[in-house]
C-alpha cells in the first residue's frame, strides 16, 4: 500500500518553513479546508436540491446577481475563518466592504483573508466545474484597528494563496510562497491528499483561454496575440487550441497543469476588465509565479499593483512565462 500524506499532515510539515511559524497559519489554513469540504458537499448535491440552486435574488456590490450557492459559500468561509482566532477581518466578493471580526477570539487575529467564495456562478446550474479563491496576509499592525489599508496591500506581501476546484474531482492548490502543491480530495475518506506535489507549469504551452464573443471589444494588441494564436506555424505548434470554460479557476488550473495562458483584457465596455483584483488576480498571480509562471496585467506585474480600492478590477494575462511574455510585446 502507498503511504499516502494528507493535506493536514503538510501543513503541518510545512509549518517550519514560515518565517512566523507560531501554528496560526496552519490553523488558518486549517479553517480554510473545513470550508471547502462543507461548500464541496453542497456543490455536489446542487442538482438534487431546488433550495441551492439558482439566484438568490439579491445583487452584490458590483451589480451582478448572487446565487444561492455564492451565498452559502461566503456564508461558510466566514463562519469557518471567525471560529478560530487566527483571523481579525475579511473581506470577500459577496460583501460590499470589510468585515472585521470583533468577537474576542479574533480581536488579535495576526491576519485577514479575502475570497471570492465561488467562482464562475454561471455554471452552477450546468454542473460544470467552479471554485473558491483565497489570498492570506498578514494584518499591518496588531496593535492599530483593521483598516482598509490591510486589505489594499500589494499581491507581493502575501502570505499564502489558493484555490479550491470542484471538479471531476475536488482539489486544493496553494502556496506559502515555497512551491505550489495540490491536493485531492477523498471522498472516501473526506481528506485532501498530496496529489500534485510541487506543481510546475510548463514554460510554453498549446493553449489559450478567452472569451472570444469580446473580441470586437477588444485594444488592437489584444486582437493581434489573439490572431497570433490561431495563426499556422508548424515550428512554433501554431495554431494553438482554445480552450475557455467560464470559471476563472477551472481555465486557470487546467493551463497550470498542462500549459497555456488565460486572458481576460480590458475592453470597450470595461477598460479595467471583469476580473477583481484583490480576491482572483492576486491570489491566482502568486500561484503561477510560485510554480514558474507569470502574470500581469499585459503591461505590468500583477503582484507590484498598490491596490486602491477593494473590489477593484484589473486586466489579467496568466500561465506560461513564454506564453504571458510573448501577449505582453503585443501590448507594448
Ligand atoms: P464570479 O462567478 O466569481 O463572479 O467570477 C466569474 C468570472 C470568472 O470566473 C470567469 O473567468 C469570468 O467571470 C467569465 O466571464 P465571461 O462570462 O465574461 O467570459
Ligand atoms: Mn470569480
Ligand atoms: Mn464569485
Known amino acids: 500500500m502507498t503511504k499516502i500524506k494528507t493535506l493536514g499532515e503538510f501543513i503541518i510539515e510545512k509549518q517550519s518553513d514560515f518565517p512566523f511559524a507560531s501554528g496560526e497559519l496552519t490553523r488558518l489554513l486549517s479553517s480554510i479546508r473545513l470550508a471547502s469540504k462543507i ?77 471570492d467564495p465561488l467562482d464562475g456562478s454561471s455554471n452552477i ?66 481528506t485532501f491528499c498530496l496529489s500534485h506535489p510541487n506543481i510546475r507549469i510548463p514554460e510554453d504551452g498549446k493553449i489559450y483561454s478567452v472569451n472570444e464573443g469580446n473580441f470586437g471589444q477588444m485594444e488592437e494588441g489584444v486582437k493581434n496575440y489573439i490572431r497570433y494564436c490561431q495563426e499556422d506555424d508548424k515550428s512554433t505548434s501554431r495554431p ?15 493551463n497550470l497543469l498542462k500549459g497555456g495562458i488565460y486572458i481576460y483584457p480590458g475592453t470597450m465596455k470595461s477598460p479595467e476588465g471583469k476580473l477583481r483584483l484583490l480576491y482572483e ?37 496568466a500561465g506560461s512565462k513564454k506564453m504571458v511574455e510573448k501577449a505582453e510585446s503585443f501590448l507594448k
Open 39 to 115: 461548500i464541496n458537499r453542497e456543490v455536489n448535491r446542487a442538482g438534487l436540491t431546488s433550495d441551492i440552486l439558482g439566484s438568490a435574488g439579491t445583487e452584490n456590490i458590483q451589480g451582478e446577481a448572487q446565487q444561492k450557492l455564492d451565498v452559502y459559500a461566503d456564508n461558510q468561509m466566514i463562519y469557518a475563518l471567525k471560529a478560530r482566532g487566527e483571523v481579525c477581518a475579511i473581506a470577500s466578493e459577496e460583501n460590499d466592504d470589510y468585515v472585521i471580526f470583533d468577537n474576542d477570539l479574533s480581536r488579535k487575529g495576526k491576519y485577514i483573508v479575502l475570497f
Open 125 to 190: 446550474d450546468v454542473n460544470v466545474s467552479i471554485g473558491t479563491i483565497f489570498s492570506i496576509y498578514r494584518r499591518l499592525d496588531e496593535n492599530k484597528p483593521v483598516g482598509p489599508e490591510d486589505f489594499l496591500q500589494e499581491g507581493k506581501k502575501q502570505v499564502a494563496a489558493g484555490y479550491v476546484i470542484y471538479g471531476s474531482s475536488t482539489m486544493l492548490v496553494y502556496t506559502t510562497g515555497n512551491g505550489v502543491n495540490g491536493f485531492t480530495l477523498d471522498p472516501g475518506i473526506g
Open 240 to 254: 494553438y487550441s482554445g480552450r475557455y470554460i467560464g470559471s476563472l479557476v477551472a481555465d486557470f488550473h487546467r
Open 281 to 317: 488576480c492576486n491570489p491566482l498571480a502568486l500561484i503561477a509565479e510560485q510554480a514558474g509562471g507569470k502574470a500581469s496585467t499585459g503591461k505590468e506585474r500583477i503582484l507590484d499593483i498598490v491596490p486602491t480600492k477593494l473590489h477593484q478590477r484589473v486586466p489579467f494575462f
